[in-house]
């Protein structure tokens, strides 16, 4: 069983930048697929970025260019590194761990999310 624990996020001006990161535990971390969702005030959660334990990567349309998220296998620790932050990025953001497919889909376990974390973007 995996365990998911956040850091990072807070308060940051629009054109910003913040990292995200999530320590995974109690299992083996570098055969996971791996993503990161969000859910802003009064929308529907959605998949910012995803990866999979090879490392390939695919990212939601609004945020390509501007985030990307790596894995550390040596800490077992997933970030997302978040540049050119808008007010639209305003959002809790959530670590989690499910399957990537073929063709960039990836799709979280229910059972394996972070606790999330706030960001917010303002100025």
């Known amino acids: 069983q995996v365990q998911l624990v956040q850091s990072g996020g807070g308060l940051v001006q629009p054109g910003g930048s913040l990292r995200l990161s999530c320590a995974a535990s109690?299992?083996?971390?570098?055969?996971?697929?791996m993503g990161w969702h969000r859910q802003a005030p009064g929308k529907q959660r959605e998949l910012v970025a995803a990866?999979?334990?090879?490392?390939?990567?695919n990212y939601a349309d609004s945020v390509k260019g501007r985030f990307t998220i790596s894995r550390d296998n040596a800490k077992n620790t997933l970030y997302l590194q978040m540049n050119s932050l808008e007010p639209e990025d305003t959002a809790v953001y959530y670590c989690?761990?499910?399957?990537?497919?073929?063709?960039?889909?990836?799709?979280?376990?229910?059972?394996?999310w972070g606790q999330g974390t706030q960001v917010t973007v303002s100025s």
């Open positions: 109690g299992s083996i971390f570098s055969i996971y697929d």
């Open positions: 989690t761990r499910g399957t990537y497919y073929s063709g960039g889909y990836y799709r979280a376990t229910d059972a394996y």
């Open positions: 990866i999979s334990s090879g490392g390939s990567t």
